[in-house]
């Protein structure tokens, strides 16, 4: 599997971004693909997750309005948009993903800690400063 981030860059705040990652060699029909960032001088912290076949999708309270996840599975590609970006979202930010060839259990109680997942792309760096 890999995984292919790309879309960061420099933002004013109070603009938006969409930030891009491709997969690659996910099969199972039971996958996530999660978002995850860190900031300068920060542990990296789980953002937002898009859960397959159900669509069901997952965000932080810390982005919560502000993030919307969505996938397109012809182009194997999941889009996170960031709204009203704040200087604190500054942040390299990173996509990950696991699969499973049974339905993921207690999902919501797994999906936000990054030991979870069994599969990394690098990062994308978003800076937002005026």
């Known amino acids: 599997v890999q995984l292919q981030a790309s879309g960061g860059g420099s933002v004013q705040p109070g603009g938006s971004l969409r930030l891009s990652c491709q997969t690659f060699?996910?099969?199972?029909?039971?996958?996530?693909v999660g978002w995850l960032r860190q900031a300068p001088g920060k542990e990296r912290e789980w953002i937002s997750a898009?859960?397959?076949?159900?669509?069901?999708?997952y965000n932080a309270d810390a982005v919560k309005g502000r993030v919307t996840i969505s996938r397109d599975g012809a182009k194997n590609t999941v889009y996170l948009e960031i709204h009203n970006l704040k200087p604190e979202d500054t942040a390299v930010y990173y996509c990950?993903?696991?699969?499973?060839?049974?339905?993921?259990?207690?999902?919501?109680?797994?999906?936000?800690?990054?030991?979870?997942?069994?599969?990394w792309g690098q990062g994308t760096l978003v800076t937002v400063s005026s």
């Open positions: 990950t993903a696991r699969q499973s060839p049974v339905p993921f259990l207690n999902l919501a109680t797994l999906i936000g800690d990054e030991r979870w997942y069994r599969h």
């Open positions: 898009f859960s397959s076949p159900d669509g069901k999708t």
């Open positions: 060699g996910i099969i199972m029909t039971n996958n996530v």
